[in-house]
């Protein structure tokens, strides 16, 4: 009997020729990442257990990465970044992407942002390498064929004490996407699309697998975005098999050698669901689930207040590139917050054109508020000074990936997770629109 792509990894990881779902391993862990939410809780655990004066496992495989709460006056957030800073320094750990200067963050050479993007970044997002992360989000690196998945802080200080962690082998499901993407839709409407027909708890602890031409036909930034998801649907982590994009991607970003696994065609599968992805149409997840799905057209009469484009599912350039293409030459109807996911992010809205305009110059024209700051910012709420934190019971349309009760703000605020196409179209009407009445 063959083996997915996750089981070849994890057999990898455990030195064993052969793994089953359901069976627990040992695995040998590649990259431990955690953040200033996590890593203060995740430090204390390490110290508790393997003492005041341990050390790592590996100075070189814990990449610290202050993202989530960091332009805010708020003591207890930015004492978790100088807990992060002395944890870095005691312990000599490479990657470290510091802030010191909150107030000009753009002069803060090693600062990135959002952790999932910086790790894709910075080059530690490897085929058949397994990452572990103190955030549910992280299984959006098995875009580049690695084993990612979210774990608690207990985990995460066993494995910065020992480098490996006792896991239990996911069974993989297999989303087969086929057919020419219509110019309208983008992979946020495809994972919403499944999220919607499986629900928030579809693949809890199983691996969803993406395949086929559509998916092939993706560029590491939408790829991302599927991979990112899985975790809206339960799902240990998502993977989409290396190519030739994933090695150009990676090509400028890491020279440390890696492995590429891909399921066998005898591989068992959980399931198997296919899509004809020409037949879809623009959707949204309406409050307050992502399961919760309709198509974007019918939403039409939900009247809005705010449109969000930022977060590691919706901020990256190609979200950016997205949302300006409906944006150019236009004006927004309601107050639209632009949160670039990275530093590098934030580079490309000045640099980066869009019919001879910059994508800033497009966004500020048409009347979004410029862009802020790289960061996680209201994706997660946070503190109340957090930039565009949700502090009222008003009607957003976002391109982030969660939208429970409180999870930019206020309690009863409403979020509609959507595309960035349809993001933006929504900010030209001040309704829940579907992109096509902007696009051609
Ligand atoms: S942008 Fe949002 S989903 Fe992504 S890591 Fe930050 S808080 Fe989590």
């Known amino acids: 009997m063959g083996m997915t792509l996750t089981e070849k990894i994890l057999a990898k990881a455990s030195s064993q020729a052969v793994v089953e779902p359901g069976q627990n391993i040992w695995v040998n862990v590649d990259l431990l990442m955690t953040h200033d939410v996590c890593g203060p809780g995740t430090i204390g655990v390490f110290k508790r257990e393997f003492g005041a004066e341990a050390k790592v496992w590996d100075s070189e495989k814990i990449v610290l990465i202050p993202d989530h709460y960091i332009f805010t006056t708020d003591v207890r957030a930015n004492r978790n970044v100088d807990i992060l800073r002395d944890f870095a320094r005691e312990q000599d750990i490479k990657y470290f992407y510091d802030i010191t200067d909150r107030a000009d963050f753009k002069a803060n050479p090693d600062y990135k942002g959002v952790c999932h993007i910086a790790l894709a970044q910075e080059g530690h997002t490897r085929p058949g390498e397994v990452l572990f992360g103190t955030d549910s989000h992280t299984c959006n690196a098995g875009a580049f064929g690695q084993f990612a998945t979210g774990i608690g802080n207990t985990d995460a200080g066993f494995i910065m004490g020992t480098g490996k962690l006792l896991i239990k082998v996911p069974s993989t499901m297999q989303f087969v996407l086929n057919g020419t993407l219509p110019d309208y839709l983008l992979a946020k409407d495809l994972i919403l699309q499944i999220i919607g027909d499986i629900g928030v708890a579809g693949a809890t602890y199983r691996t969803m697998e993406f395949a086929g031409e559509t998916v092939q036909n993706l560029t590491m930034e939408e790829r991302m975005t599927l991979c990112n998801m899985a975790i809206e649907a339960g799902g240990k982590n998502g993977t989409i098999a290396a190519d030739e994009t994933t090695y150009d991607y990676l090509r400028s970003r890491t020279n440390k050698p890696y492995e590429s696994f891909y399921s066998d065609r005898d591989a068992k599968f959980y399931s198997s669901h296919s899509y004809d992805v020409s037949q879809l149409e623009p959707v949204v997840a309406k409050p307050h689930s992502p399961d919760n799905r309709a198509l974007a057209r019918e939403c039409s009469d939900v009247k809005i207040d705010r449109v969000y484009i930022g977060s590691c599912t919706g901020g990256k350039t190609t979200d950016f590139i ?29 640099t980066q054109k869009h019919e001879g305009q910059t994508l800033s110059e497009i966004f500020i024209e048409a009347g979004c508020i410029e862009p802020a700051a790289p960061s996680c910012a209201a994706c997660l709420g946070g503190p109340k000074d957090t930039f565009g934190r949700m502090n009222s019971a008003e009607v957003c349309v976002s391109t982030t990936n969660r939208n429970f009760p409180g999870r930019m703000g206020e309690k009863t605020a409403q979020i509609y997770l959507a595309s960035p196409y349809t993001a933006a179209a929504s900010a030209l009407t001040g309704y829940v629109t579907d992109p096509r009445e902007f696009l051609g």
Do not use: M
């Open 322 to 350: 997205n949302a300006a293409q409906i944006l150019k030459g236009q004006k927004v109807k309601v107050p639209t917050y632009l949160v670039p996911a990275t530093q590098k992010v934030y580079e490309d809205l000045f």
